[in-house]
């Protein structure tokens, strides 16, 4: 494809069908009613990245024509939204949070462990977190 910014046509371009397992459409259906009823407990951040992934890839967004020679139609290629809980644009983000993650990690050997509790041991972990983090700690080294 070659770009060719002089020209702009909508003409050619297919609407995407809508996905019921899409994230993004399962957000425009639903975050209005979600955000009226869950103001109070919703934290600004959230309410931002949400409200910044809705227009994702919508052409009030921007968009670039592009001419592809094979097929001989003009496509718009539409701007992404960089939230990073939308389910395109937040792969991008993810993949670059890992590459610094692991740009910024020692070169040692190590051992990492994800493992869950039962709720009850929960509320006994937060009120004597430092001895049952080391209990925790000792026990796994073993």
């Known amino acids: 494809m070659t770009l060719e910014n002089s020209k702009v046509i909508t003409s050619n371009v297919k609407k995407k069908k809508y996905n019921p397992f899409d994230l993004n459409s399962l957000f ?3 975050w209005k009613g979600f955000k009226e009823r869950n103001i109070s407990i919703l934290r600004d951040i959230e ?3 949400v409200e ?3 227009p ?3 052409e009030s967004r921007g968009f670039w024509t ?3 020679q094979n ?3 003009y496509h718009n290629v539409y701007f992404g939204c960089n939230s990073r809980i939308c389910s395109c644009c937040g792969k991008r983000y ?3 949070w890992a590459e610094k993650l692991v740009e910024n990690t020692f070169d040692v050997a190590h051992k990492h462990a994800v493992f869950g509790l039962p709720p009850l041991l929960w509320n006994e972990l937060r009120y004597h977190s430092c001895g ?3 209990v925790i700690i000792e026990t796994l080294g073993k």
């Open 28 to 30: 425009r259906e639903h």
């Open 47 to 49: 309410v931002k990245e």
């Open 52 to 54: 910044k992934m809705l």
């Open 56 to 58: 994702c890839r919508d």
């Open 66 to 68: 592009c001419y592809c």
């Open 71 to 73: 097929c001989d139609i």
């Open 94 to 96: 993810a993949d670059n």
């Open 132 to 134: 049952m983090s080391f």
